[in-house]
């Protein structure tokens, strides 16, 4: 199973980006897939999540202006909006096949990079 993350790039300060996650192989249902972001200095964080059948969560700092959404059981999005500066990080979209441990993920994909500059 892999986790192909894409989207990233350079962004100015409010604009926008969107970042796409697909999973490749064997499983054909992911219960729960999100997005981390690593900033710099600061340790991993989960930044939004999305679990079949749950509203989506969010981290404080970007409820307002970050969507997660799915396309299908294998696909998730994240549309950022308004960036700031203080977004600028690696971000990691990750998945899990059944959901059943809060804040597990299997799987993880790597990192795509977000720069908002300002």
């Known amino acids: 199973v892999q986790l192909q993350a894409s989207g990233g790039g350079l962004v100015q300060v409010g604009g926008f980006l969107r970042l796409s996650c697909e999973v490749s192989?064997?499983?054909?249902?992911?219960?729960?897939m999100g997005w981390y972001r690593q900033r710099p200095g600061n340790q991993r964080e989960l930044v939004a999540s999305?679990?079949?059948?749950?509203?989506p969560e969010y981290e404080d700092s970007v409820k307002g202006r970050f969507t997660i959404s799915r396309a299908h059981a294998r696909m998730v999005y994240l549309q950022m909006n308004n960036l700031k500066p203080d977004d600028t990080g690696v971000y990691y979209c990750?998945?899990?096949?059944?959901?059943?441990?809060?804040?597990?993920?299997?799987?993880w994909g790597q990192g795509t990079l977000v720069t908002v500059s300002s």
């Open positions: 990750a998945a899990d096949r059944f959901g059943w441990v809060a804040g597990r993920y299997e799987y």
């Open positions: 192989g064997s499983i054909y249902r992911m219960q729960r």
């Open positions: 999305d679990s079949i059948g749950s509203d």
